[in-house]
């Protein structure tokens, strides 16, 4: 019997509850979810693909059938090279919708053999972004309900740094 492999791919820059959420529930779904960092997103990043890594790594660490990488390039050959015909991709709201659509149809253009599913975000995560969290930790607030403790931890390590070598905070891409 072939093992169902799906590859959920992202920035996560950085990782919250709702995309631990759309984690899990695709860990349940499939034999073997591989979490990908994309590298290089056309947008400013708060935390390097290693940091990612690590914060992923640590907050899905209890799920077994799950593993983490970075990754550049497209997504759909890192799919085909780690034998993943599934791309996972969670859904907030309606205007996530359109992007991810069109995206599901470049990648099925780019390599026909990839489907995509996407998975509604939980009601208690509609809210979360990771832009959100960034501009709520920059502005003093509690992020405590909306992180893994290794986020929080991060980010305060991050800003500490940038303050300690009298830069600014850290780049946000709010």
Known sequence: MTQKIALYPGSFDPVHFGHMDIAQRAAK?????????????????????????????????????VTVCA???LTVNLARSVGARVLVRG?????????EYQMALTNQQLWSEVDTICLMTRYE?????????????????????????VVREMLLRKHEQRRAEGGE?????L
């Open 71 to 73: 990754y550049t390039g």
């Open 29 to 65: 779904i499939f034999d073997q979810l591989i979490v990908a960092v994309y590298e290089n997103p056309k947008k400013p990043l708060c935390f390097s693909a290693s940091e990612r890594v690590t914060m992923l790594k640590t907050a899905l660490a209890e799920l077994e059938n």
């Open 169 to 173: 905070p850290p780049r946000l891409s």
């Open 125 to 149: 995560y509609a809210f979360l972004s990771a832009s959100l969290i960034k501009e709520v930790f920059m502005a003093g607030g509690d992020i405590s309900q909306m992180v893994h403790p």
């Open 91 to 99: 859904l907030r709201v309606i205007s996530d919708f359109e992007m």
